[in-house]
């Protein structure tokens, strides 16, 4: 049996994540350069986040997390693996078929539920084309998540989260051929040269879509069956494994579904205002690089390694894998959060200002940032605190603690947004994140020792947020010195470099001096 090499796991998804983060970062640039904030731009977000949206809900979230601890014990025990990862598959693609076809045909009420805010004007019936033409993608996308899930529980993390770089390496290429293509439209059409780049970068987009996802799929089944695991399509039926699967997964898609009216709320409030879809995406970009890079990362190794520890008796390994995995995220995520609060200006004007994409755009997103920072170690957190619950194949705690923060986050979001506009939103994102972390950790105390801090985590937490707190003040004084150059064309990216710089510098100088973390580990962990 391969052993799930924890460390090296969450260093190999880690990095090939922040190589999709970064790959998206040049994806979203683009976007933002030739279709800014308007209204093309909107339709194509809500449009894209709808089958977003769904693929959390069916495979990222109630699927996966029933499957994958079901799935580990069966490869830990010899039982049976690779047939109930088949009849998983099928059953995953009969079901996200028919839902594909109805999401298609009943499109023009979906976008009503993500964007109501756009009846009466031109974002409704873009956002209903470009949804029609995105939509194949939940199937593809999440029978790639299934075959991930696969390939993360026998402990090969490459393929899996090599996969997501090619969704933006497609869209970064449909926007080089559809600009190419904008000015021939423009003659044909007789509408301005942006105008044309706009519609045909918007068209390109959403068309290339679930092209993507099928270019993930065949990747991650070809790094399957290379595992043992060949999954094909044949015909379904219903066996005592898929029916407990089933159980244990309702009560995971009733909190995935939660979840997902969270992300309604917030589409929902900024829908009424304008651009503000627009800005809530390109900060959710920004903060979604730490997230992705460290929580992902953290989520997708502990879950298949706690259960397999669980399955096998090894209490002390699950409980020394959990602090662990809290520790190292923290001191990852938590000088993120500081620096997302502290230097959002120079990052969201650098990034994303230019062409369309103007300096009010500019102060909104860096202001989205900013809230969102507050919120990144609570969201980060819940990545490790989740699995002591699935592990167990427990998801109606899970659900329960959801139903709590949409309410809290409906009460915030809707509430405030009279008051303080759009940024109510986030606001409410990152105090239900914190909330969240709450009810984990509460519900958390009565399993035992393998849920329980450890002497070194609770040791380097504090010296963690000495060390992040040191990190911020030289980025604040950094940035005042170096403020003229954020504006200034060809020296910009050279004052970002500097400033991002001295943040990683300041950090672990200081980090190693009050002993928040020793730079020796981190080799030894590519080891473990």
Same mark, same amino acid.
């Given at each position: ?19 999709s983060?970064v ?41 996966n997390?029933?499957?994958i601890?079901?799935?580990?014990? &069966? ?22 078929t028919f ?21 009466g ?9 470009y ?9 593809f ?18 393929a ?8 933006n ?5 449909a ?18 040269l942006?105008? +044309? ?5 918007g068209?390109?987009?959403a068309?290339?879509?679930?092209? +993507? ?20 399509? &044949? ?5 005592p ?14 909190a ?7 992300l ?19 900060a ?59 230097i ?5 004007s ?49 659900? &329960? ?14 509430g ?10 986030a ?8 909330a ?37 003040v ?33 950090y ?8 928040a ?12």
């Amino acid at each position: 049996m391969k052993p799930i090499r924890l460390m090296s796991g969450f260093f190999t998804v880690g990095i090939w994540t922040l190589l999709s983060r970064v790959m998206g970062f040049a994806r979203d640039i683009m976007i933002a350069g030739y279709l800014g904030t308007g209204p093309v731009a909107e339709a194509f977000l809500v449009a894209f986040s709808l089958p977003n949206l769904f693929r959390r809900f069916f495979a990222e979230g109630a699927f996966n997390m029933a499957f994958i601890p079901m799935f580990s014990k &069966k490869v830990e025990g010899g039982d049976g693996a690779e047939e109930f990862a088949q009849d998983a598959f099928v059953g995953m693609a009969v079901i996200l078929t028919f839902f594909t076809i109805l999401g298609i045909v009943f499109m023009p009420l979906l976008v009503t539920a993500m964007a109501s805010g756009f009846r009466g004007d031109e974002r409704f019936d873009l956002a209903v084309e470009y949804g029609r033409y995105a939509f194949p993608y939940i199937l593809f996308i999440s029978l790639a998540a299934l075959l991930s899930g696969v390939l993360n529980a026998t402990g090969r993390f490459m393929a899996a989260a090599a996969a997501p770089v090619l969704l933006n390496v497609v869209f970064i290429l449909a926007i080089i051929v559809a600009a190419a293509l904008g000015r021939p439209l423009s003659d044909t059409l007789g509408v301005s040269l942006d105008q +044309a780049l706009g519609l045909r970068v918007g068209d390109s987009l959403a068309l290339s879509v679930p092209f +993507a996802g099928f270019v993930q799929m065949a990747v991650v089944w070809w790094a399957a069956a290379r595992a043992g695991y060949p999954l094909r399509l &044949k015909r379904p039926r219903m066996t005592p494994e898929l029916k407990r699967l089933a159980y244990i997964a309702a009560p995971a898609a009733l909190a995935g579904g939660v979840v997902q009216i969270n992300l309604l709320v917030g589409r929902q409030v900024a829908s009424f205002f304008e651009g503000a879809v627009a800005w809530l995406n390109y900060a959710d970009r920004l903060y979604q690089l730490p997230l992705g890079v460290v929580g992902i990362a953290i989520g997708v190794v502990l879950l298949p390694d706690l259960s397999r520890r669980l399955r096998g008796g090894d209490t002390a390994g699950g409980r020394d894998a959990f602090n662990r995995a809290s520790e190292l995220s923290l001191a990852l995520t938590v000088p993120a959060a500081v620096a997302l609060v502290v230097i959002p200006m120079p990052l969201t004007s650098v990034l994303f200002q230019r062409g369309a994409f103007t300096a009010d755009d500019t102060a909104a997103t860096a202001l989205t940032v900013a809230v969102y920072g507050l919120g990144l170690p609570a969201f980060v957190l819940q990545k490790t605190l989740q699995p002591l619950f699935f592990a167990r194949e427990d998801t109606r705690s899970p659900f &329960k603690y959801a139903v709590a923060a949409m309410i809290l986050n409906l009460v915030l979001a809707v509430g405030l947004s009279p008051f303080i506009g759009f940024i109510a939103a986030a606001l409410g994102t990152t105090m239900t994140g914190w909330a969240m972390v709450v009810m984990l950790w509460r519900g958390s105390r009565d399993m035992g020792e393998a849920a329980n801090l450890d002497a070194r985590f609770k040791t380097r937490i504090w010296r963690i947020i000495i060390a992040s707190g040191g990190m911020g003040v030289a980025l604040w004084i950094t940035q005042v010195i170096l403020g003229p150059y954020f504006g200034t064309p060809g020296l910009r990216y050279i004052a970002l470099t500097a400033l991002v710089t001295t943040g990683i510098i300041s950090y672990f100088a200081i980090g190693q001096a009050v002993g928040a973390f020793k730079l020796h580990e981190f080799r030894r962990a590519l080891r473990r």
